[in-house]
């Protein structure tokens, strides 16, 4: 006997009741890439968007070696403790070749995973550049929606996953490693000029000398690049996930900066911005995969793709080839 499927009403219910079978359910349902799931997935959204919005949202990057779990259990299990409810969306390297996770956050954080009042969701980066899922949004939205008021996102800290990131985030935290001297050349200033809070990792024996040096050495930085608002001016933290130090100021920095953000409405206008670039993003990939789905376009791809592979044909004119074959039958 066929097992019935679970209707969008029953699915919603059990994510607003923080159903966690139901939550991961949801989640698997909007990272699908079946046409059927990505129908039922939008009416699923749709019925929830009211109960989402509230959580402090943040996004956590750095470079691969910084300790991005080690910090995110420590501080996670900090936030458990205070009364918070926290969902961490943690995005995997994936491997080139199956295109699965590499790596596993519920194996990273194992004490996390076990406190009932923390949800750690990992998903594989994918094909795509950025550093984050494809589908994260989708994900931000079905844990708040399931009740958790601090979502955490932690990306694999290579190309682009500073932007992408800071772009779906009220705070980005940018985590730095105390090292031989050259922290400040390892970060590109664009990265730093993204960050909220710089949280120096680490700073226990024999690395805590040398992470009050990097301590100093960012706020120097800092102190002289433009702020990326007014009201705020980035902080420098040291911590030790290790011994559990500095969790509650950062927390403390994290409610500051969310204070300075809804004083005059500037949470509403970040987030609205947010989900502006969102739509345009949305737009971006269906016009894409409709371009690669065109009958004429796929028809002529190869040819096009093996004259610019060989050098007899600039990719600006194949571009335009390929453009008026979808122009010619859309």
Known sequence: MAKRRTTKDELAAGVLAGDRRALARAITLVESTRRDHQTRAERLLAALVAATGKAVRLGISGAPGVGKSTFIEAFGKHLTGIGRKVAVLAVDPSSTRSGGSILGDKTRMAELARDAAAFIRPSP???GIGGVARRTREAMLLVEAAGFDVVIV???GVGQSEIAVEDMADTFILLAAPGGGGELQGIKRGVMELADLVVVTKADGELAAPARHATADY???????????AFWTPEVVMVSAREGRGMAEVWAIVQRHREGLEAGGGLARRRAGQAKRWLWSELEHALRESFRGHAGVAALLPE???EVAAGRLAPPEAARRLLAAFRDET
């Open 125 to 127: 980066a994918g094909p």
């Open 154 to 156: 932690e990306t694999v």
């Open 219 to 229: 706020r120097s930085a800092l102190a002289l690049m433009r702020p990326k608002a």
């Open 304 to 306: 096009v793709e093996a």
